[in-house]
């Protein structure tokens, strides 16, 4: 494991969102025949071209909003900060509303999962 800078995320997120993180890590999990974490499945898809993206914003729109009860820590390395900001920016455009590392991280996982089904 690397020394290399991480920052943690707190995700305060709804039933639906903690259900779709599940099914990302569990269809990562699959895909790559050795247990995934949810770090995983946001650095597996920031690995990927943003600009296709735009497949799955009907699927995450139809989840909004993701507030909720149900915490959630999220550690990844600081060299992913620009991806996931790119991410946000991108996410905002497109329904409209600001989108924090919560959604970020719950669009990830909505490419993730339904890439597969």
Not at 11 to 39: G, Y
Not at 44 to 59: A, P
Not at 80 to 104: I, M, P, W, Y
């Amino acid at each position: 494991m690397s020394a290399g800078k991480t920052a943690v995320h707190q995700l305060n997120v709804n039933d639906k969102a903690l259900d779709l993180m599940i099914d990302a890590i569990a269809v990562l999990s699959r895909r790559e025949r050795s247990f995934a974490t949810l770090k995983d499945v946001v650095i597996e898809f920031l690995s990927q071209d943003l600009g296709q993206s735009g497949t799955h914003l009907t699927e995450f729109a139809g989840l909004l909003p993701l507030a909720g009860v149900n915490r959630v820590y999220l550690r990844l390395p600081s060299d992913n900060s620009a991806e996931l900001d790119q991410l946000k920016v991108l996410l905002g455009t497109h329904t409209g509303k600001f989108c924090s590392v919560r959604e970020a991280v719950c669009f990830c996982c909505v490419a993730i999962t339904y890439t597969e089904k």
